[in-house]
């Protein structure tokens, strides 16, 4: 009970450490943030019951406090605040700022149930570890959205940390719905680009390599647990077999009894492991979803390119249908104004006139609509860069965390089974 205690223990101060190293690593990777002078926790995981609702709805409620920790902001809101959320609510801010912000790589959430678990483990989401694994996960992200210079001084992300009433309603308010690009657009964009920016098809692979990589590693881990589980419960057998053996061995009977003790620690010991490489697996699969994330900012870069390359066409189009009246040669070309003519008779001088002089102000629109549209796409390109390049930094940072902390418990496990040992071996000598 005391090694699993302090196991626990030492769980919990990892976890803490960790989102020390995250607000740490992003203070110095990005530009002032608001995690410099305020204090974000998620909570006390609560299960509640709405019966207000003809089929009850079961969900788990969390508990958002946070507090000023810098004397010269002691001004801002009330200083401190406390309020509940559901998942619902996280996923909500989270559609929102994706949105909203289309050029950066929103951090993600936790999943809602369980994936790449060993077997025994469990994948009921309302099992109470697996909550407060989601309640550590779902801090990160404010913690991660709060490091973000940009997703920082959203006041609509402010508002989900402190204001309880309306908040809803001041998200659909903002109307960010409407800005979304439809799914029909994003896939016409993909395949009917003409000049891709290399940068950004390169991404896509990387994303997807990427979590190909992390997904073979939870497996590789899920399998090892389950292997790593099987040994060591079945070394429980040797407890029951020693003491069954003590039974009828009265001169080594409590050196077997001791042994069989030792047997049992060892077998037992494998719980609190598992439960520990669970927390590193939430973190990596926050990696599996970023994956996501990089795909959904080169989606956004292929409407908005799209849009670019559609701009230009109806500018080339306007200035050779103007070529073509100048030219006189409109009634010439295979088309319906072309049969038209043939049938009813050229334009008249003046009639070409109108037109000429109607294209030319259309031109004049399609400049404007243009430079526009290569402002835009020019700014989204460097804005994206420049938040892939934040995103790619403090993931080798992250990883280079989460692998040795790993390594770390590793060692520290395989110690206390050689301590195990070495008491089972001081046991046999005094047989």
């Avoid at 926790?41 to 207000?52: D, G, I, L, Q, Y």
């Avoid at 809101?77 to 790589?105: C, K, M, Q």
């Avoid at 590693?217 to 040797?238: S, T």
Wanted: proline share 2%; net charge neutral.
């Amino acid at each position: 009970m005391a090694d699993e205690e302090q196991n626990k223990e030492f769980t919990s101060t990892k976890v803490e450490q960790n989102l020390r190293v995250i607000s740490d690593q992003t203070t110095k990777l990005s530009k002032p943030n608001l995690l410099q002078w305020l204090e974000i926790t998620v909570s006390e995981p609560e299960k509640r019951t709405n019966a207000s609702m003809k089929m009850q709805d079961t969900f788990i409620v969390y508990l958002i406090e946070t507090r000023v920790i810098d004397e010269n902001m002691k001004g801002y809101g009330e200083g401190a605040t406390s309020l509940w959320r559901r998942y619902s609510e996280f996923e909500l801010l989270r559609n929102y700022l994706d949105i909203t912000y289309p050029s950066v790589v929103v951090p993600p959430l936790p999943e809602k149930k369980a994936s790449y678990t060993w077997q025994n483990a469990s994948t009921d989401k309302f099992d109470p570890d697996f909550i407060e694994r989601r309640r550590q996960a779902l801090e990160v992200f404010l913690l991660r959205v709060g490091a973000h210079p940009t997703l920082c001084l959203d006041k609509t992300f402010l508002g989900f940390m402190q204001k309880e009433n309306g908040w809803k309603e001041s998200v659909y308010a903002t109307d960010f719905q409407s800005k979304a690009d439809s799914r029909l657009k994003a896939l016409s964009a993909s395949f009917r680009l003409k000049k891709p920016d290399r940068r950004f098809e390169e991404l896509k692979n990387y994303s997807n390599e990427l979590q190909n990589n992390i997904s073979n590693i939870l497996r590789i881990r899920a399998r090892i647990c389950d292997k790593l589980y099987g040994i060591h419960k079945v070394h429980g057998n040797y407890a029951r077999v020693f003491s069954e053996w003590s039974g009828i061995e009265k001169d080594i009977a409590e050196a077997l009894q001791s042994s069989g003790h030792y047997m049992d620690v060892y077998a037992s010991s494998v719980d609190a492991t598992l439960e520990e490489e669970e927390q590193y697996a939430d973190q990596l699969k926050e990696y599996l979803a970023f994956g996501e994330a990089l795909r959904s900012v080169c989606r956004k870069y292929e409407c908005v390119q799209y849009d670019l390359e559609r701009a230009e066409d109806n500018l080339s189009y306007k200035a050779s249908q103007k070529d073509l009246l100048v030219q006189g040669k409109a009634a010439g070309s295979f088309s319906l104004s072309g049969m038209k003519t043939k049938l009813f008779g050229s334009d008249t001088p003046e009639q070409r006139d109108v037109k000429i002089k109607q294209l030319e102000e259309q031109i004049v629109q399609a400049e404007v609509e243009l430079r526009q549209t290569q402002e835009e796409t020019q700014k989204f390109v460097e804005a994206a860069l420049r938040d892939i390049d934040r995103f790619k930094r403090q993931k080798v940072k992250d990883l280079k965390e989460i692998f040795t902390n790993y390594a770390i418990m590793q060692i520290k496990q395989c110690k206390k089974g050689i301590a195990i040992w070495t008491s089972a071996k001081d046991c046999f000598g005094k047989m």
